[in-house]
């Protein structure tokens, strides 16, 4: 038996004292910085799809109602938390909010959809000048994701045929 | 020897059967092979040039040069060196001489190109399905680029059963996972048992197989792939992360800003203390040692803490873009930061050296999970595992990257080719971390945190990156491609070849010793737990629902 060392232990054991926080009866603050849920804000977006086009996990779709509308819907489900929208749009209309409990049965708590109105281009219809040839945007004018579905539409084939997505998760639309 | 040395060497060897070398960089080697040269080449490099094993790749690369794409590659530790030997094969007849049998550190990797792109490695010793889901239809090659990354091929069958080998005669088998008490993740291993000596094993793995491959080569794009990159793994995400935009760099030959570099560079050693001190606590955990596994884990703690604070989450930091970083060290960060390592530091030596003196962790994984310097040779054994069987390889010295070049700091080395030795590599790693990180911190100079990208990425070059990662090294391969993503990219996560150590290290040994050697190449972790609370005088135990834990926050944010 090694005694000395289990002594030794012990005594790191006494020194480092209770350390468990209450949680979740309390939360600790988190930092400034953390990259929690982002919140879209309508009043300051002007519907240029950056967020989406650069979305890694696909989570924001656009829907060109006709010329004047677009509508940009947040579905949240698989969303990363990256913070990749926030960087790439124009207008800081997305924050990365400090929410972070977002575990949820009914799917509809965390999407967000902003109605926009927009205003005729000269050009497309459509522009948005993206930071670097690294962040294309990869549908240029109009868009038309399938919202029903809540998926993106791909020009490529590489197009979720329609059984493929539905069995996925069964999630409750709210 | 220099890449030209060693090119030149094999050129005097191989002559005309060498078709093209490449050396983009210093520490960079392409070569280009006829077909029927490729085993003779790869047998020379392993065996005669001493190189280490690194991975194969298959790529489709028909859309581009009407031929598949076949490349093997190995690293010159000592010269520095990152090497891949690529042959091209014809489109109507997807075969190659297969290299298992010069390089047994290949098995894995051929039989996956077999699976994912239908290239036949003729000759191979054990040719049996690896990768695919036991009802995927023959035939049917997931990675081949006719083939929709959202494709159900046709003929999956539900019904079909795998078909397992017969153990050895006078033997039991003995199913362990793929849902096993001590096994983390799900991987299923038949072992052949005769009494309580373990003889041998069959393994299936694969089964959270998810495809992100195949993802970044046809839906995402360059700058979307890190984020996903650093989901590969949960405790050393970073690593791929950075591994990936590596590749990408060392492709397109970009040159960082250095104050980047030197902050991959911090937040990578980060990510390793973290790692460290999590695997430390396991392992004690697994030989039933929860009072090490507590002490380990709060000191742990705080490092989560400040990843959160510097990149604004404690595990995913979201780290690169191709190019640079996205967050920076800020003074404050840095006073804060230099704080943390001075206590963590002070903390984590009265646990070592508590640790390594006691004889029953000792007892317990001494002898146990041994892989010495053939096996690690052999089966392609990397990170502590080696460097606990006396290989001093760490690819932070031997293949320099972000700000590794300009730090000191040492290999460290054990000879006890066991669990025991492991630990003693890992808990002694803290340290070094420590004075890496350190000396980031003084030496970071200001500037800007991207280069500038102001062109679309150039086509069809080749990128090779090696990141030491806490469990070992992880290598990625990226070919550049058309519509801003790679056309192939392949990464080799440490535990693919660690875990084919495995049958070498449990056999002839204890079934009890099984979890213990497992856990000690140390696959991942990730759990879930609902709240038990137990009064501490009455000793009553409570579980709350989940109702119970949803209200309860409710009210408190209320
Ligand atoms: S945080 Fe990342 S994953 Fe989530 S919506 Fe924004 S870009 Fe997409
Ligand atoms: S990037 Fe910003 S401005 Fe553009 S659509 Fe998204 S939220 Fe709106």
Known sequence: ?174 | MTSRETLAQLKAKFGPAILRADLPADNRLLLYVEPFAIKPVCQYIFRDLDARYVISIGADDRPFSGQFLVAHDFAFDRDRILCSVLTHIPADKPKVDSISDVVPAANWAEREIRDMIGIEPVGHPYPKRLVLPDGWPDGSHPLRKDFAWNQVPEGFDEEREFKFDEPPEGCMVVPFGPFHPTLDEPAHFRLYVEGEMVRGCEYRGFMVHRGIEKLAESVLTYNEIPMMAERICGICGCVHNVAYAQAVESAIALRLPPRAEYIRTIMLEIERLQSHLLWVGLACHIVGFDTLFMQSWRIREPIMWIAEKISGNRKTYALCLIGGVRWDITPDIKTELRQLLDKLEAEWKPVVAAVLKDKNIQARTSGVGVADKTACKNTGLVGPVARAAGVDIDCRRDHPYAAYDRVDFDVITADGCDVWSRVVVRATEVFESIKIIRQCLDRMEPGPLQADIKDELPVGRLGLSSVEAPRGESHHFVITGENNRPRRWRVRAPTYQNLQGIPAMIKDQQLADMTISLGSIDPCFSCTDRLETIDLRSKAVKVWTQEELVKMVKARKA
């Not at chain 1, 002594?7 to 790191?12: A, G, N, R, S």
């Not at chain 1, 953390?34 to 950056?50: H, N, S, V």
């Not at chain 1, 219809?125 to 993106?152: A, I, T």
Request: proline share 5%; with cysteine; aromatic share 8%.
């Open chain 1, 1 to 174: 038996m090694s005694v000395l060392s289990k002594l030794k232990e012990t005594l790191v054991c006494l020194k480092a004292g209770r350390v468990t926080l209450p949680y979740p009866a309390q939360a600790q603050p988190v930092p400034e910085k953390f990259r929690g849920r982002p919140i879209f804000d309508a009043a300051k977006c002007i519907g240029c799809a950056g967020c989406a086009n650069n979305c890694p996990a696909r989570e924001i779709l656009v829907f060109d109602v006709c010329q004047e509308v677009r509508i940009l819907k947040y579905l949240g489900r698989r969303c990363a938390y990256c913070g990749r929208c926030a960087d790439v749009c124009p207008e800081k209309a997305i924050t990365m909010s400090h929410e972070f409990e977002n575990a949820t049965n009914s799917i509809g708590d965390i999407l967000q959809k902003l109605d926009l109105f927009m205003s005729t281009c000269q050009r497309c219809g459509r522009c948005f000048k993206e930071p670097s040839p690294l962040e294309q945007l990869k549908l240029k004018g109009y868009r038309m994701d399938d919202l029903g579905n809540e998926r993106w539409v791909y020009r490529s084939k590489a197009f979720l045929n329609e059984e493929q997505t539905v069995d996925d998760v069964k999630i409750e639309l709210g």
